[in-house]
């Protein structure tokens, strides 16, 4: 019995957990398109996924005052044509530019090649 209900409640904790992981994502993607910073980035790798469905792009865009060189990584289908050397739309908060998120990746495709 007592085993039971500590499975039950663990179930609930990450169940509760899962669910603020995403409201932060998406209180974080809210915040930036208010207060953000758009950015081009290139993209530099495409790297697949084990699964198969998906693939991450990673992009790099350098603070002109800075210096600084930043990677971005978005997930994007397997279906989307993404070559290297493309521009990608990134938000970026100003203060802390590892906050982020990549915005224009399913554009990539709708491009004129």
């Not at 397997?78 to 050397?85: F, H, Q």
Request: proline share 4%; glycine share 6%.
């Amino acid at each position: 019995m007592w085993t039971t209900i500590i499975v039950i409640l663990l179930m609930i904790a990450f169940i509760g957990l899962g669910i603020g992981f995403f409201a932060r994502s998406i209180s974080n993607t809210r915040w930036l398109k208010q207060h953000g910073t758009r950015i081009i980035a290139r993209v530099t790798d495409s790297i697949f996924s084990s699964q198969g469905s998906t693939k991450t792009i990673i992009a790099e865009w350098t603070d002109p005052r800075t210096q600084t060189k930043y990677r971005f990584r978005s997930f994007v289908p397997t279906t989307m044509p993404v070559k290297l050397g493309e521009t990608v739309d990134v938000l970026i908060d100003p203060d802390q530019p590892e906050r982020c998120t990549v915005m224009s990746v399913a554009s990539i495709s709708m491009k004129k090649r």
